[in-house]
């Protein structure tokens, strides 16, 4: 039996974090593994200059995140062909599914927000090797 509603409530301080599918490190948010959360995750994921995600989609699993500082492409598509730039204070919405990663291309790091519609972020990813040759990678 799982616990009641108000003895799940918490508070999550910075300082823990973990290693991604993706190829970083985030910082820990709210989590299936931090709180038991069940429908949604947030975390941090702080980029230095030069990297660059392992092409991935997750799979039944949409996708928002806010760039909180600095500047960063993000490639998505079929083949990762389509490319935008997103700057501080802008949301970049991926629905599930679709195949991208981000790469810090801007000479400085970045630090995005992300939300998942699943309660780790770490559920559902696919990678797609692949396509990281065609990104450099």
Known sequence: MTAPAIDRVQVIRPGQTYVGK?????????SAE???AEHLCMNLLPMPAGARAKVHYH????????????ECAVYYG?????????????QFYLPADVP???????GAPCTWLVVHSSGSDQDGIVLLPELDARLGG
């Open 100 to 106: 991208h990663a981000p790469c810090n291309e801007s």
């Open 22 to 30: 993706q190829g970083f490190a985030y910082g820990a948010g709210v």
């Open 78 to 90: 079929e083949n990762a062909e389509h490319r935008a730039i997103v700057r501080a204070g802008d």
């Open 34 to 36: 931090t709180t038991g």
């Open 59 to 70: 799979r039944g699993i949409e996708t928002i995140a806010y760039l909180l500082e600095g």
